[in-house]
């Protein structure tokens, strides 16, 4: 009986979110934009309860700022979040707008040459501007970039957010034994990976982030050592008019997992500190760390 209402509860859900997307679709691109955004930012994440958790966030990583400057790019968040969720769903119209991007940065000639080279390389970002942009800049430039994904709770939804993914390039590798397997086999093999690098892993170290603790996977570093290959931030900043710049910074110097996992969470801090309102503050980033933050005294921490 459970098992069929929770089946019955992702179709309804499913069905709901696939009529949301097809009549957003029907409008022009630059209004669907705005359009979810607004609704992102005036009804989405208010009733899923986000606007609490942007709010503590900012409260904890960036006090210095007034109550006006953090609801202000609470509202930024909001709606970044929102133009994401319609992007990924704009297919032929986003990758037009996203392959036009500039790509500046030191990281960009050296991602060329390992390219050219045949040799793997590990872009490393976070949930920032949109972060799909980049993989469909490079395989505009005929670079493709492996990804690992999570598969979602809802099979239904699972279907066509996967589909939508691979569209903006392959491979892509399910997470888990098989898929860490097959994605460690592209990189040896030349690939390139991508990694998104800024959500709280349970047990994981503590390394500094926003001037707080946070608990931060080192596999992105251990990875970079263990094959050989450079380990470049890269991020997809968005712009006024709807299109992006990605920035590609300097290889993280090879020196050992814990100061490279440090550097990965400096570079991610620049960024955001420079466009907060790019940054997804939903995260619990900074539980279980020793912040007493609001989760923490829920659980009794």
Not at 84 to 98: H, N
């Amino acid at each position: 009986m459970g098992t069929s209402k929770t089946n019955f509860g992702h179709k309804v859900s499913d069905a709901l979110i696939r009529g949301f997307l097809s009549l957003m679709r029907k409008l022009p691109y630059d209004t669907r934009m705005n359009t979810v955004a607004w609704l992102a930012d005036r009804v989405l994440v208010p009733l899923s309860g986000n606007r609490q958790r942007i709010r503590d966030n900012l409260d904890l990583a960036m006090p210095e700022l007034s109550k006006s400057e953090r609801e202000e790019i609470m509202h930024d968040v909001a709606q970044s979040m929102g133009r994401m969720l319609m992007e990924t769903y704009s297919g032929d119209e986003f990758q037009a707008r996203a392959s036009k991007a500039d790509i500046v940065g030191p990281g960009n000639a050296v991602l060329e040459q390992a390219h050219k080279d045949g040799k793997g390389a590990m872009l490393v970002t976070g949930h920032f501007g949109n972060y799909l942009a980049v993989r469909v800049s490079f395989q505009a430039r005929g670079i493709p970039i492996g990804v690992l994904y999570k598969r979602m709770s809802n099979p239904y939804f699972n279907e066509h957010y996967v589909a939508a993914m691979a569209s903006f390039g392959e491979p892509m590798f399910e997470r888990g034994r098989r898929g860490m397997a097959n994605m460690l086999k592209h990189l040896r093999g030349g690939g390139f990976v991508g990694i998104v690098h800024d959500q709280r892993i349970n047990d994981a170290p503590v390394y500094n982030f926003m001037g707080k603790p946070a608990r931060t996977a080192e596999s992105a570093a251990e990875l970079a050592l263990k094959y050989k290959v450079d380990l470049i931030p890269c991020y997809a900043i968005r712009q006024a008019d709807g299109g992006f710049v990605i920035e590609t910074e300097a290889p993280i110097p090879h020196t050992n997992a814990q100061q490279m996992t440090q550097l990965l969470n400096n570079s991610l801090e620049a960024q955001v500190r420079r466009n907060p309102g790019q940054w997804m503050w939903t995260h619990n980033r900074w539980r279980d760390a020793g912040n007493d933050t609001p989760e923490d005294r829920a659980r009794g921490n």
